[in-house]
């Protein structure tokens, strides 16, 4: 699996209202707020991964929620990722189930201001142990950096084999098609390599020569990535720009474990909730003692231990309600004796106080008068 360092930047445009641009990474999605400016950066050794950068359109409430929208979609499909196998990922038919259910979404969830268009584009890449899948669909890139070197992943629009970069999600000129991506592609990832998803916004006058001379710096990797960020604010903020960038510290050869099932169940749940038929693979059964009150634990063929009965069960829920119901009348039969006790005793203070009192001014009145 590989090991990776991930920084993202997003920042708005001087001519936007709100930052339609996000990314998503550790299955979170950024920015938090739709407006400003926001860096995130994380390391993970997940044996799949997923990053994912939109660039929205359409205004406040469209551009912005398309590219959730696509968010929200990609992270729990990831969960599935599984029954795209055969052994072998299939990861057209993957992408194409993907961008059928983020267009779909899109399109029923946002509605159109005076004919005005919206949707999003978005740039994805998925790493499967030492694989990287990279899905890019409008306007947003996708850049390989590898020895020394800047590739860019998406396909130059060629409208002779359908790849078209006015394609988008919740394009409605496309009748009852879904939208063409402009890049699907496959590689076997390398140590050092750098992966850039990158909104149109952040390319704006800014080289591509100049970005990999940046990325080429001997400097750390997020140093590099946030300097990409200021010269590439510095040639044109005008429109937003968003940069994730995510770099193969290095490989290792791994099955994957439990940890990665649990996740991939975690993603799925966090968007859809559990259901009846989903093993629940967070929890261990624990076999129950026979104890002569329940039947003793019987081992199914799969080796999972049978709960033990309905009735006891309550009563171990009820026995400890009831022992602390006892305990606490106790304390207040004991609370109300003490008060008692004490006003008695209040009581005879104040009376040898009085008497105290009484025989002092007795005194004084006696010494007085015989003056």
């Known amino acids: 699996m590989a090991r990776t360092m991930v920084i993202g930047l997003t920042e708005s445009g001087t001519r936007t209202k709100v930052n339609e641009d996000s990314f998503s990474c550790g299955d979170r999605v950024y920015p938090e707020m739709i407006s400003g400016s926001e860096e ?3 390391s993970s050794s997940d044996y799949t991964q997923l990053y994912v950068v939109t660039q929205g359109f359409g ?3 469209a551009g912005d929620l398309a590219g959730r929208i696509i968010h929200r979609v990609s992270i729990p499909f990831v969960a599935k990722l599984d029954e795209y196998k055969h052994p072998k990922l299939d990861f057209v038919q993957f992408a194409r189930d993907l961008i059928r259910e983020m267009h779909y979404l899109v399109l029923s969830q946002i509605t159109l201001r005076n004919g005005q268009r919206a949707g999003a584009s978005f740039a994805l890449l998925l790493i499967d142990a030492n694989t990287a899948y990279v899905l ?3 306007n947003t890139k996708v850049h390989l950096f590898r020895d020394d070197e800047l590739h860019s992943l998406v396909d130059p629009e060629n409208t002779s084999n359908g790849l078209a970069h006015s394609s988008y999600i919740g394009d409605r000129s496309l009748s009852f098609d879904d939208p063409k991506p402009n890049c699907v592609k496959r590689f076997d990832l390398m140590t050092g390599d750098v992966i850039l998803l990158t909104s149109d916004g952040f390319h704006k006058n800014f080289h591509q020569k100049d970005l990999a001379a940046n990325i080429a710096a001997p400097d750390a990797f997020a140093a590099n990535i946030r300097l990409s ?11 937003n ?3 994730l960038a995510i770099k193969v510290r290095d490989l290792e050869l791994a099955e994957p474990d439990d940890t990665a099932a649990i996740k991939n169940m975690e993603r799925f749940q966090k968007y859809y909730g559990p259901t009846s038929s989903e093993p629940d693979v967070t929890m261990q059964a624990k076999p129950v003692p026979y104890n002569g009150v329940n039947k003793p634990p019987i081992s199914t063929a799969q080796g ?8 006891y069960r309550k009563q ?3 026995a400890p309600g009831e022992t602390r119901s006892k305990g606490n009348a106790a304390m207040n039969r004991q609370a109300k004796k003490a008060k008692r006790r004490s006003n008695w005793k209040t009581f005879g203070l104040s009376l040898l106080i009085g008497f105290l009192i009484g025989m002092a001014a007795i005194l004084i009145a006696w010494f007085i008068i015989l003056r």
């Open 304 to 311: 999972v231990m049978t709960p033990p009965r309905q009735a």
């Open 229 to 239: 960020q200021i010269y590439s604010r510095q040639a044109n903020n005008t429109e």
């Open 241 to 243: 720009g968003t940069i």
């Open 40 to 42: 995130q950066s994380l």
């Open 316 to 318: 171990r829920e009820t």
């Open 136 to 138: 890019n669909v409008g």
């Open 59 to 61: 205004g406040s409430g």
